[in-house]
């Protein structure tokens, strides 16, 4: 599983986390949680929200998923379910030097390798104060 993006821990368990005006809110697809308090999205009944207050939380964190190819780094774009491979995308411009990438948007460049053949390391940066875990 591909993770990127802002997760919280409440109870032991992990949630995505967004802001809408100023408030915090988890969100899941694990339909369990209603019983913990979340409610169905009104947007995706698939979806379930909880509002909660930062103090409420045991952690904050942003997750950004990355590989490493030959020694350049590239961002996690996505997984394509079919095709069972990811896309990786990297503005280094030696990078089309040394491997077959191809241009993506202005000044990046963009490989997709079969998932099972790349190692995704996660980045963990502490959101809204929280350090607990910064060295993970």
């Not at 409440?10 to 988890?26: K, T, V």
């Not at 339909?31 to 995706?44: C, R």
């Not at 997984?79 to 191809?102: C, M, S, W």
Request: no cysteine.
């Amino acid at each position: 599983m591909i993770r990127k993006g802002r997760f919280a821990l409440l109870n032991n368990e992990e949630y995505e986390l967004f802001s809408y005006q100023r408030q915090y809110y988890l969100q899941t697809r694990n339909q369990l949680a209603l019983s913990n308090g979340f409610v169905k999205s009104p947007e995706d009944t698939t979806v379930f929200i909880k509002e909660v207050n930062v103090k409420e939380l045991e952690d904050a964190y942003e997750i950004i998923s990355y590989v490493m190819i030959l020694s350049y780094r590239f961002a996690v774009e996505g997984y394509n379910d079919e095709t069972g491979t990811v896309a990786l995308v990297t503005n280094n411009p030696f990078v089309q030097k040394k491997i077959d990438v191809r241009p993506y948007g202005k000044d990046e460049y963009i490989i997709e390798i079969p998932y099972k053949d790349v190692q995704i390391i996660e980045e963990r940066i502490p959101l809204l104060g929280f350090e607990k875990y910064l060295s993970q």
